[in-house]
């Protein structure tokens, strides 16, 4: 049965996700005090080397929830603990900017709860309750101190990153990032600009690269369709693609084509006024579908893929399949969902079904930052809130019509 269950491509995606989750060894947050926020602490060697001369305050703004549910569970502190750097490998920032994604509007409302729970417990960082927690994944910040096992990071550096979702998030002035999770910011954007960007970069790497089984010279001539062309994914996929010299084909809905168009899709299609079916045929086969929507609709498009080429879907359902029915349940119930999504893969023509999620990777953000610099992506920001208005752009993201990014800045 064991044997039976690690063959499953859904506990080999798990594995991958723990891995993820997992940046490096040992890799912890701080320490929430009850009431006043932040992080995870885990036993491990807290020596702090390195130091900025100007000591950080010792109070910081912070958003927390104590439990589950709407926006009505969104806590300001004022008087928020800054955390504590407990791991070697681990940096202080002082955030700038962060933005709200979808993925922080349903974690507030326990999304993934049960999984990343077990993850925290499998990687030795707590157990128990996960509450007062803050949301918030991507920050563009400064570094404060770091941990005297980093040597790509002092203090003063500018740096941008995507944290695992094991950690307390960025919705805060201060966060914990592994040396793993960050890279240099890109020196063209300012800091709102660039924390819109780490988030929806690395997603897409992972569903490209990891999950699509591409490699970043082989987009050359490929046609990629891209389903939600003027979401925060779609818009920096359609840019990224580009940029290594794919052909993009991309669906919005009228209000957005201009944008997609604008950003370099070669072929936009508006799925409320057009077919998208018949436009598809007349296009042409494609090499490679990004899927960040899911449904029906969505999946009726995999028939124009080449055979064996891959459709590769951001709706990854191990998560929600955890919290519904358990850990070791969820898992069996994903890996029908995933022989299901294989079995109509096969239907349509050999086409290979894959999931993706968001994976930390400092790398990918190193590479995505020369290409910012070289003018090939440019952020697409929506709309931008003060710390203080983080409710407000919760509201605005769960609306899902955003075109490109909400963003926090956290000096207003």
């Not at 999304?111 to 077990?118: A, D, F, P, T, V």
């Not at 404060?144 to 203090?155: A, D, E, I, N, S």
Request: with cysteine; proline share 4%; charged share 25%.
């Amino acid at each position: 049965m064991k044997a039976a269950m690690i063959r499953q491509p859904c506990f080999r995606s798990c594995v991958h996700l723990r891995n993820a989750l997992e940046v490096h060894e040992k890799s912890t947050a701080c320490t929430f005090q009850k009431g006043r926020q932040k992080c995870y602490s885990t036993q491990t060697e807290n020596k702090i080397t390195t130091v900025e001369k100007k000591k950080p305050k010792r109070r910081m703004k912070a958003w927390y929830i104590y439990q589950y549910g709407g926006n009505e569970e969104l806590t300001l502190s004022e008087e928020a603990k800054i955390p504590e750097i407990t791991s070697p490998k681990d940096l202080l920032i002082e955030i700038q900017a962060a933005s709200v994604n979808p993925i922080d509007v349903v974690m507030r409302g326990g999304y993934g709860r049960n999984l990343i729970n077990k993850m925290r417990t499998w990687l030795g960082r707590g157990s128990g309750s996960e509450f007062p927690l803050t949301l918030g994944r991507d920050f563009s910040g400064i570094v404060r101190q770091t941990g005297h096992l980093v040597t790509r990071y002092k203090p003063g550096d500018e740096v941008w990153g995507a944290l695992a979702g094991q950690r307390q998030g960025t919705h805060a002035q201060f966060c914990i990032a592994g040396e793993n999770e960050i890279s240099k910011k890109p020196s063209s954007l300012s800091h709102i600009e660039a924390a819109s960007l780490p988030y929806v970069a690395t997603t897409t790497w992972a569903a490209l690269i990891t999950m699509g089984h591409m490699r970043e010279n082989s987009f050359h001539d490929k046609r990629v369709l891209i389903h939600g062309g003027s979401g925060g994914i779609g818009t920096f996929a359609v840019q990224l693609i580009k940029a290594w010299g794919g052909e993009v084909v991309a669906t919005c809905s009228t209000d957005a084509v201009a944008l997609v168009k604008h950003i370099g899709a070669d072929h936009v299609i508006d799925y409320r006024t057009e077919d998208v079916l018949s436009r598809l045929g007349d296009i042409g086969k494609l090499d490679l579908i990004l899927d960040p929507v899911g449904g029906e609709a969505q999946e009726a498009t995999m028939k124009f893929l080449r055979p064996y080429h891959n459709y590769v879907t951001l709706v990854f359902p191990l998560l929600p399949n955890a919290d519904k029915h358990g850990f070791l349940a969820g898992m069996a119930k994903s890996a029908v969902d995933l022989n299901f999504g294989i079995t109509k893969g096969i239907s349509k023509g050999l086409t290979s079904y894959r999931w993706a999620f968001f994976i930390p990777n400092g790398e990918a953000l190193k590479k995505v930052a020369v290409l910012v610099d070289s003018g090939k992506i440019q952020p697409v920001i929506d709309k931008v809130f003060k710390l203080d208005e983080l409710p407000l752009a919760y509201e605005k993201v769960e609306q899902k019509h955003g075109r490109g990014k909400t963003v926090i800045d956290m000096r207003a």
